[in-house]
């Protein structure tokens, strides 16, 4: 069991979401950057669907009430056991009583905690991922337990991290396929596009980024279809809304351009102010 | 009627087939027996099969490796002529009390289209409703059929906080809040029955193709029902539908 000192800024339990629920309007949801979630898990040898915590921000403090092996991989935010830095990306072994905090934050926006054998909250709907109104809560909260299993220590902590690609936190590049509604726009607006350098509004969440630039926009709206995570969509007042993992299932906005899977990764990691550019690539 | 529908990619895991652009029953029709067919012949290769007004979304368990060969694999289902017992749909008669207690902008519907409150009623639970599709919120049923005389604009403030079971007019549409949300439609009513609840095996009771039909309750009825809700010892009344 893990028990929850300081919830922090947004910190939800995590898997691969729910699939097959759509037709009756339940959202996806699931890890946001399913890279670094991949990582965290494959660190510790679990199943990739196992379920992990998405911190955002840190500010998070948790103390383990049992023995475990525990990897964060994603954003850096100077993690320490007991006040000492550990390493991310990498095996830890923790103790019963040992507590998990967060300092400065180096790179990223969100962080993924993995726990030997994953995190063991209620499946509902064929998945733990946190979402109001499916689960009890949408956030973890303070005094809150975690499931988790005991672990007894048979391996240490390892001394060397992972390496990882440090462009893969810094790349502006947002890559997309062609949305449905692509070919409606025309010449200029399919320039701005894949032209304009977009920055992050204060906006963006687990559902949706809005951006700050506008495109002028003279599509009417669609008869209502569905959307998916990584649709971008453009309103009438031609903003630019990516949708993310806790999306809708329908929508009714004009559907520009999708991104690739890693993309929504790669833009779940990036936050209010920070910018990207939208690069198309084919089927 | 041999209806005309165009395949498009949706990012690389998931194909948009779409029919004319227009909201009708024929449309919703052929979309669902398309789905129908899918479902029997390719269960292990998608997670999901979305219903639009005009359009059907398959998604994909994985990324498919050649678009037009899939394609031609889902235009061959389209026309493939096989016999599938089709999934039963239902009436569905929904409790809905319109005291002013819950609905909030009865009154204002009524002064401004000139239809007394209980035409107003009259009007709403009168008809039979069509369920297109579920999404906006789960268990949210996209309902055709709404009377004319009731088509009433969107709120230009959106409530913050909708109550759930709220019946409610948005433009030319109607239909229940599953859930405690903001929203911008007009309150004409509440029903005490759950149009989602994860704790049932079958979350949502309805589904595309399905019928609503509203029957107006008093205060007292809505009470009881709601107490029956929660002994769940209340069963929605609904015949199956023939077609």
New interface residues.
Partial sequence: MIKVLKAGFYASIQDKGR?????????VSGVMDEYSANLANSILNNSLEFAVLEITFGGTQLQFLTDTFICISGGDFSPKINQKSILINARISVSKNDVLSFGKINFGVRCYLAVKEGFQSKK??QSRSFYQ??TDDFIIKKNEILPVKKIKAQLKSTNTSVGILKSYFKTEEIKC????EYDLLNDDQKKQLTNLLFTISNDNNRMGYRLNETIKNNLPS?????V?P?TVQLTPSGKIIVLMKDC????GYP?VL????NSIGILSQKTTHNSLKFTLIS? | MVNKITYKPFGNKAILVEWNAIISEDILNDILKFKHKIAHQKKEFYTDLVVGYHSLTIKYKEEFSNFLEEVNFLKSIYISDVKIKKASNYLWEIPVCYNVKFGADLEEISAKTKLTTSEIIQLHSSKIYTVFFIGFLPGFLYLGGLNKQLFFDRKPNPRLKVDKGAVAIGGEQTGVYPLNSPGGWNIIGKTPVNFFDVENDNPCFAKAGDKIKFVSISLDEFYEIEKEITENSYKISKTLLND
Avoid: D
Wanted: charged content about 10%; glycine content about 14%.
């Fill in positions: 699939q097959g629920f759509a037709s009756i309007g339940v959202p509902i709907l109104n499916i396929f062609k949305g449905p669609i008869l209502t279809s569905a998916l990584g809708q299932v329908t929508g559907r999708q991104l690739t899977e089927i």
